[in-house]
């Protein structure tokens, strides 16, 4: 979703489930605003390694993650799969044969 400051925003709908934006972002300006802003993030050292669990289903709340330090087991937040979302980036090449490919490299 676009920030209302950004000059292509043209609503304020929330983000729907199951829905895919597929763009180039190295040839795109693209904006998004921050999900559930008002949630403070778990502070993080970047030379910890940390996992994200998932603990099973809850009766009351529906499914239950906890993010935690490896070596440790620390928890350093709780979660219900609604609280999460994901970004994937993907970078690719594209050459015209094995030899552009191999001159890449």
């Given at each position: 979703m676009l920030?209302?400051?950004h000059p292509y925003h043209t609503s304020n709908a929330p983000p729907r489930n199951h829905l895919v934006y597929a763009l180039?972002?190295?040839k795109l300006v693209h904006a998004a605003m921050a999900y559930m802003p008002e949630v403070a993030v778990p502070r993080m050292n970047p030379d910890v390694s940390y996992e994200l669990r998932y603990l099973g289903k809850d009766t009351e709340d529906g499914e239950r993650w906890v993010l935690q330090e490896s070596e440790t087991g620390q928890i350093l937040e709780r979660y219900s799969t609604s609280d999460l979302r994901i970004?994937?980036?993907y970078r690719a090449r594209c050459f015209e044969g094995a030899k552009e490919a191999e001159?890449?490299?």
């Open positions: 920030s209302p400051s180039d972002g190295s970004t994937v980036v001159e890449y490299k």
